[in-house]
């Protein structure tokens, strides 16, 4: 991979003066995608899906062609079975709320989630829908637990693909056959996974799929949901409205088909078009170097890191098994004082907190952590200069 050419296609990175390591969080865009959003505002900003001018019908081509290459990204045989979303969160809260899941049903979820991979199931307990967590070690999912836990009132597992915060990912055939078997469905919280590793929806099985578009190189405001074309049928939306209807009269509605019974409301056209450009841009690199290079860089990091008796690293002793994230603590300093310290002595950006995963870290006692998280346009200097810096940081505050 050529990682001096990729840094070229990033305006922020032309400049040379920071080191960008909050990709988990939301990932730089290339000029790429700001241009096909900018022909969309400059050339046809129109409404998709509803007028039939030329503005119209263009926008409504583009909206199908982005929704082509996204399914392409993530593996869908059908583009038909790709929902536009806000984000993850908005894609989740749909599968939660719309599934009917009722009193006695129970719903699995890993110890290690997301908020917006817990919340939407834990307000199900309103309803009688009971709840359990599968224990990970280190991030790693204990899979003879979670095959323990199985039985006929699980209606749902959700998990999330790659973990934001230990950089860990589940091991997601083998539970999705473990929970066909036991006649459940599997949700997999995509955001950390698509755009960093190969993804195939159709070779997992998996049932719904999720992803937010801003940790892949794309616009803020966008994300997917995926869903196997009969669930999608029987699956209640979120919100109706615009563009979800087929015909309505004073006393009843038909709603259209899967995507568009989903897509209430006019839709950020400008962002699901950039969308588009973002997964071309990954396609052409190849998800498989992309893989390779973050766990190099992690691999290296994880190596300075390790030589600091200051520091603790959470997560897996092996860093292949943690992909692009490296999270850590200094002993002697808070999270949020690391992050800022590292930035003001060396424009290094990283995030710091509990990253969404609050009862992960408040059932293990910690405040939060240090999270340094690399995509396809960091390289070996950057390593070093995160490194370099958390020495001097160390020097100056802590020894």
Request: charged share 25%; aromatic share 6%.
């Amino acid at each position: 991979m050529d990682v001096r050419r990729i840094r070229e296609d990033f305006p922020i990175l032309r400049k040379g003066d920071i080191v960008y390591m909050d990709s988990a969080c939301q990932s730089l865009k290339p000029d790429r995608v700001m241009a096909a959003m900018d022909l969309y505002n400059n050339e046809f900003p129109a409404c998709g899906g509803r007028s039939v001018h030329r503005l119209a019908n263009r926008v409504s081509i583009a909206v199908d062609e982005a929704r082509e290459r996204l399914a392409t990204l993530i593996g869908s045989t059908s583009a038909e079975n790709v929902i536009f979303t806000k984000n993850c969160t908005e894609a989740l809260n749909t599968i939660a709320n719309g599934l009917g899941l009722r009193e006695g049903d129970k719903v699995i979820t890993t110890d290690i989630e997301h908020n917006s991979n817990h919340v939407p199931w834990l307000r199900l307990k309103d309803r009688g829908v009971g709840r359990a967590f599968a224990p990970t070690v280190d991030g790693v999912l204990d899979l003879d637990a979670f095959q323990e836990m199985l039985d006929p009132s699980v209606k749902v597992v959700s998990m999330v693909h790659t973990s934001n915060v230990t950089g860990t990912t589940v091991p997601a055939k083998e539970v999705i056959s473990m929970a066909h078997d036991n006649g459940s469905l599997v949700v997999l919280d995509g955001a950390q996974h698509v755009g960093h590793a190969p993804t195939d929806v159709t070779d997992l099985d998996v049932d719904f799929y999720t992803v937010s578009v801003q940790k892949i190189l794309g616009p803020t405001g966008v994300g997917l949901l995926y869903g196997k074309e009969d669930l999608l049928k029987e699956l209640s939306p979120l919100s109706v409205g615009g563009g979800t209807v087929g015909l309505a009269d004073y006393g009843s509605v038909e709603l259209l088909p899967p995507p568009e019974r989903f897509e209430a409301g006019l839709l950020n056209y400008a962002g699901i078009i950039g969308a588009g450009a973002a997964a071309d841009y990954l396609l052409e690199i190849g998800l498989d170097e992309v893989r390779d290079h973050e766990t190099s860089l992690n691999r290296r990091l994880w190596n300075r890191l390790s030589s600091m008796p200051e520091v603790d690293i959470i997560g897996p002793d092996d860093p292949g098994l943690r992909a692009g994230i490296t999270s850590f603590n200094v002993k002697t300093m808070g999270s949020h004082d690391a992050a800022m310290i590292l930035d003001e002595m060396a424009a290094v950006l990283v995030r710091s907190g509990m990253h969404c995963c609050h009862p992960w870290f408040q059932s293990r006692g910690i405040a939060g952590c240090v999270r340094a998280s690399m995509h396809i346009y960091n390289d070996e200097r950057d390593v070093s200069r995160l490194s370099d810096a958390l020495e001097d940081m160390l020097s100056t505050f802590c020894r």
